[in-house]
């Protein structure tokens, strides 16, 4: 079973760079046919996916972020990470770090971590 747990500072400031890493167990991050995925949720709102790697090592991004966000891996330590520039208050949101056969986009979908808060002051 595939398990995954996110880590990173809890508080950033406004116009830093937010970065988190995912770590897994249960399978490597080259093994066929999984993405691994970065997602968030604002207090109040649904849940934006934010990107994807695939076990090929292709990523996709969510166009609205796409300009600040960069997803990458290193597969000796079998992690994976999300950095997101320029970070406004408005970035502000619980962060989660998933796994599927494809896009995870709600709970519904795949294997999640646990989420970290992430909130960026002004």
């Known amino acids: 079973q595939v398990q995954l747990r996110e880590s990173g500072p809890g508080l950033v400031k406004s116009s830093q760079t937010l970065s988190l890493v995912c770590a897994v167990s249960?399978?490597?991050?080259?093994?066929?046919?999984?993405?691994w995925n970065w997602l968030r949720q604002s207090p109040g709102k649904g849940v934006e996916w934010i990107a994807y790697?695939?076990?090929?090592?292709?990523?996709h991004y969510n166009p609205s972020l796409k300009s600040r966000a960069a997803i990458s891996w290193d597969t000796a330590r079998n992690h994976f990470t999300l950095q997101l520039t320029s970070v406004t208050p408005e970035d502000t949101a619980m962060y989660y770090c998933?796994?599927?056969?494809?896009?995870?986009?709600?709970?519904?979908?795949?294997?999640w971590g646990q989420g970290i808060q992430v909130t960026v002051s002004s």
């Open positions: 790697k695939t076990w090929r090592n292709n990523t």
């Open positions: 249960g399978t490597s991050l080259t093994m066929a046919p999984y993405h």
């Open positions: 998933a796994s599927g056969q494809g896009q995870v986009t709600d709970h519904g979908q795949g294997s």
